[in-house]
Every structure is written in structure tokens, then in C-alpha cells.
């Protein structure tokens, strides 16, 4: 009897499962999904043309910075880069390898070096960095606004406010060259180089401050929002105990928001630690690209702006299908 009843409730889970998975994705989340994905193809084909066209309607060109470059070798050097063909031979020709190969061609400047070989060794790096930004700006950022909610207008509370504000409008940039400053040269307990030991101790920290703010005040207010729901006052009514009414409810609850902002954010951490990587000298995507646009390294600023536009594109996708993940109500359309 024991082995017929364990048995029923595996099955019984077995259908709950089942019923919830067709419930997060039903048709109209599927349609949702698919209309997602066209668009999205679509805004990385614009941002191909965009980019391919603005950089070469930019005056001047990627050799001419040559020392003592003569007609003949420009000419040679744009013969041998397909830069001598029609504008839109060229457009289609990097259209058409970037789809079928995913391809974007020789550097101009570092001769010898595929970009493809450049932004995913840059990006190695910054992934592990923005990952780690995130990681520690969402644990941070959620546990310090479940205290300043739990907490509503007390001293705590009032702390955590002032210090995420101050995260907030102070630029990271700023905030990076204090820690350098602080950290690295008057104590000496943390290398300024990226690249060293120890190195990524602080653009990870100086990355996260920022959306750790963001993420505190929007944990906070949801929270807030969620305890005064009418579900929540009957919990407390029925004698449900505190820490579940906090964490199966109310915290479970107020994260919509932080999703929202989430995904996004991760694509901005990667993509938008350019200042930062340059600060602390990591070698990263945003470092490389800094030197393509000062070299006018054509392939390179154009397949470093596509792939970054890319991951927040993508990030967009990942957390509006997160929303549905976190709270199957919602109907996506």
C-alpha cells in the first residue's frame, strides 16, 4: 500500500509539473516568443547597416594615419581589403559573411589578426567580469532592499537610501578612480593592474555599485507595494509565520521588477565597462575597442558595436521570457 501511495503522488507531481510547463508556455507566449526572435533579427540587421554605412560615410579612412604612406600602398592596402569595391558590393559581401560564417574579417590595424579572434578573447574577460558585477549587484542590491522595506523609514533604512543614492549619481568612472586611488595607492592592499592576481577585485566592485543601487530601490519599493497587498494581510491574520510570509510571498513577489531591470543590466555591465576596463587596464572587450575607434580600425569598431548590440538585444529577450518563468499570470502578447 505504502509503495502504491508513493507511487500516486509521483504521478500526481509528475501532472503538476506537466500543467504548469503548458501554462508557461502556452500558444500565445510560444507566438510571443517567435515575434520576439523576428524582431530581433531584424534590430541586429539594422544595427549591421547602420554601422557599416555611418563608419564609411566618416571622413577620412583606416590608412591614412599610415607614416609616410604613399598613393600606390594605400591603394594596395584598400585592394586588398575589398575597400576599392562599390560601397554596397562591399555592404552585401559583409552581409554575407557575417550570416553564413558569422565572420567580420581582418583587423585594418592589427595585421595578421581576425576580429572574430579579438572580441571573443576581449570578451572572455568582460563576461567574466560584468557576470560577477551582476551576480554581486543582484544579492546585494535584493537583500539590501528587503532590509530598507522590512525596515520603512527607520535608521536602516534610512542609511541604505543615502548610500544607494549616492551610488547612484556618482559616475562609475569616478567612483573606479577613488577606489584606485584609495585601495591601490594610499594602502597598497589591491594591484591597479587588471591583469594581475587579484586585479579584478575592484572593477568588479566599482561595476556592481551602480545597479546594486538601482536594484536596492527597486526591491525596496516592490516590496513595500507587495506588503500592503491584501493576500499578505491574510497571511498574517491566519497566523502564517513571518519569514514565510516574507520569502514565499512577499520577496518572491516583488522581484518582477528586478527581472525587468536585470536582464538588460547584465548586457549594459558587459557592454558599458569600456571606461572601466581603461581605468583598471583589463583586457577586455571595452579596452579593445577603445583602441579600434583612436586607430579607426573600421572591422573591428564595426564587429565590436554588432556583437555588443547583440548581447542587449538578446538580454532584452531572456528577461521579458524570465517574467513569465517568475509568475505564470502574466500573459505575454
Do not use: C
Not at 591603394?75 to 562599390?86: C, N, S, T
Not at 509565520?241 to 520577496?251: S, T
Request: charged residues 20%; without cysteine.
Amino acid at each position: 500500500m505504502e509503495e502504491i501511495s508513493v507511487h500516486n503522488q509521483r504521478t500526481d507531481r509528475s501532472r503538476r509539473h506537466a500543467r504548469s510547463f503548458s501554462a508557461l508556455f502556452d500558444s500565445k507566449t510560444l507566438g510571443y516568443i517567435l515575434k520576439r526572435l523576428i524582431l530581433t533579427v531584424i534590430t541586429i540587421w539594422v544595427v549591421i547597416t547602420l554601422t557599416f554605412f555611418l563608419m564609411h560615410a566618416a571622413p577620412g579612412g583606416p590608412f591614412n594615419s599610415e607614416k609616410a604612406i604613399t598613393q600606390a600602398a594605400k591603394e594596395a592596402l584598400e585592394k586588398k581589403y575589398g575597400l576599392d569595391k562599390p560601397l554596397l558590393e562591399q555592404y552585401f559581401t559583409y552581409l554575407k559573411d557575417i550570416v553564413t560564417k558569422f565572420d567580420f574579417g581582418p583587423s585594418l590595424k592589427l595585421r595578421g589578426r581576425m576580429v572574430n579572434d579579438i572580441i571573443f578573447e576581449g570578451l572572455k574577460t568582460s563576461a567574466l567580469l560584468g557576470l560577477a558585477a551582476a551576480v554581486l549587484a543582484l544579492v546585494n542590491g535584493v537583500v539590501l532592499g528587503a532590509v530598507a522595506a522590512l525596515n520603512r523609514n527607520k535608521f536602516v533604512d534610512r542609511v541604505i537610501m543615502v548610500i544607494t543614492t549616492a551610488f547612484v549619481s556618482m559616475p562609475s568612472f569616478i567612483m573606479g578612480t577613488l577606489m584606485l586611488i584609495f585601495f591601490a595607492v594610499t594602502l597598497g592592499i589591491l594591484p591597479a593592474n587588471g591583469e594581475e592576481a587579484g586585479g579584478m577585485i575592484m572593477p568588479i566592485i566599482t561595476l556592481s555599485l551602480s545597479p546594486m543601487s538601482h536594484i536596492t530601490r527597486l526591491t525596496r519599493s516592490s516590496m513595500l507595494d507587495v506588503l500592503g497587498q491584501d493576500y499578505i494581510r491574510t497571511a498574517k491574520a491566519k497566523g502564517v509565520a513571518k519569514w514565510d510570509i516574507i520569502f514565499k510571498h512577499a520577496l518572491k513577489n516583488s522581484l518582477i521588477p528586478v527581472i525587468t531591470y536585470f536582464g538588460p543590466m547584465l548586457a549594459y555591465i558587459v557592454t558599458g565597462s569600456l571606461v572601466i576596463e581603461q581605468i583598471f587596464a583589463v583586457p577586455g572587450i571595452g579596452r579593445a575597442f577603445v583602441k579600434s575607434i583612436i586607430n579607426r580600425d573600421y572591422t573591428l569598431i564595426m564587429g565590436t558595436t554588432i556583437v555588443l548590440a547583440m548581447l542587449i538585444v538578446i538580454m532584452n529577450l531572456v528577461s521579458d521570457i524570465l517574467y513569465k518563468v517568475v509568475d505564470p499570470r502574466i500573459t505575454l502578447e
